[in-house]
DNA sequence: ATCCCTTTGTGAACCGATGCACAAAGTAGC
DNA sequence: GCTACTTTGTGCATCGGTTCACAAAGGGAT
């Protein structure tokens, strides 16, 4: 079994699939405006690294350039399309229709290629019931039931931090196992369940840190000693 | 110059960066129940990180710990913030007032602590001079002169994905170092700007990853060869 | 068919981050 | 003061990821 007919190795570096997405990206571009074949090197700048990653990263799926010649668009779209799962439906589940819930439902941009907004879950009366974005919203009491019944397989958190572990919890019961999580809490999950946790208020801080660098650093207002 | 009186590091490790934000919040929240003292191990486990990483991290600031006691909570609560740049106070503007921009501004725990959503812009006549969540909404030409008089040093960029690198470029030309970015696109920035990427499409997209890999693979559906 | 040019795929050095395991430093009890 | 116990701070081995640099592979021209 060597590198001539199954290269695909099935341990793909976890930042290697980070920047799957980022290719894919840019390659969509790239076959809108007709480009049929790319290098590393311009694919790299598209999608803002460096060249000998990208080319690392790709040799992780399979040999799927020429040399001399570079890859072919489409051919890569799929491949790559492929190893994400794109090439399946996800239905998703966004639980928590306050602003940011309905920020996403909305979001077109969003749930876009292979994904599928399949249901909208809210536990306040006065938003059950209201159609959004062309989905009815349910009551959390529905939550176990609604997800088995559409197939849910990756839930999207957007409650506010303290009904975000016991949402959890209840999902993962039903057999979810793949949570996107923006309530600003340490989910606590059994390590066969993947989260993902995006927290404006932490990048934010990140960025804080940053700006007083540039600044001059935190002992030029306080000059504590 | 040895390690009494000036431990602080002019370097601390970006890894670390990221983690000191969570450690912040697990500490507001003691603090709220009135703990007074934590040990690495306690701490440690309502960050969800292992004990000896947390506490490489502190020693990155200090050594604020008391062997045998742990770690005072007030005063560690102090010394990240400060190192954070959360003892002062961040003026943030949101460009685009779409549902993220809105849902954004009217987040409350998102621009909690050491921030201020000080404008929100967009270029929409339909939205300008809107009031969300107690802002008037100003127009794209007044961008310059808002982040000027307003001093925003953080700006949030909401936009949709065509405008976003316009928009960058503009509020870099008024001197702004520090963008957090919800637009699907790579900004092209000079390397003296830190700009900080959510992408709620490639975390779904991860998500999926893992998902198709605990399902069998991509090769279970195809069988290629 | 051969030579030259382009671009891929990857071996190897390097770099930063992680986690173990323990000495150093403190508290508490006698 | 001395001993036993707790918990920090860190040296060290390890690991995953990045980057360089180049040999191998293909295309095109003569």
Redo the contacts with the bound molecule.
């Keep these: 079994m060597k590198?001539t007919s199954q290269p695909r190795d099935r341990g793909i570096?976890?930042?290697?699939v980070a920047r799957l997405p980022l290719y894919l990206r840019a390659l969509h571009g790239m076959a809108e405006r007709g480009v049929a074949t790319v290098?590393?090197?311009d694919l790299a700048g598209a999608a803002g690294?460096?060249?000998?990653?990208l080319?690392?990263d790709?040799?992780h799926l399979g040999?799927?350039?020429?040399?001399?010649?570079?890859?072919d668009v489409e051919y890569l779209v799929y491949q790559i399309s492929r190893e994400l799962g794109l090439t399946q439906d996800w239905a998703v589940a966004i639980v928590g229709v306050g602003n940011l819930g309905r920020a996403l439902a909305n979001y077109g941009g969003f749930v876009s290629r292979g994904f599928r907004v399949a249901a909208l879950i809210d536990a306040d009366p006065e938003v059950v019931g209201d159609t959004i974005a062309g989905l009815n919203v349910e009551h959390i009491d529905e939550l176990e039931a609604v997800v088995k019944r559409r197939g849910v397989s990756i839930v999207v958190l957007a409650t506010p931090a303290e009904a975000a572990q016991a949402v959890c919890d209840r999902v993962i019961a039903v057999g979810v196992t793949s949570i996107l999580n923006f309530a600003p809490v340490v989910l606590s999950v059994p390590d066969t369940v993947d989260v993902r946790k995006v927290d404006l208020s932490i990048e934010l801080q990140i960025l804080a840190f940053h700006e007083q660098r540039k600044a001059g650093g935190p002992l030029m207002a306080v000059d504590s000693q």
């Design positions: 590198s570096p976890e930042a290697t290098s590393s090197e690294v460096n060249s000998a990653k080319r690392k790709l040799s040999s799927y350039g020429t040399r001399g010649v570079g890859y």
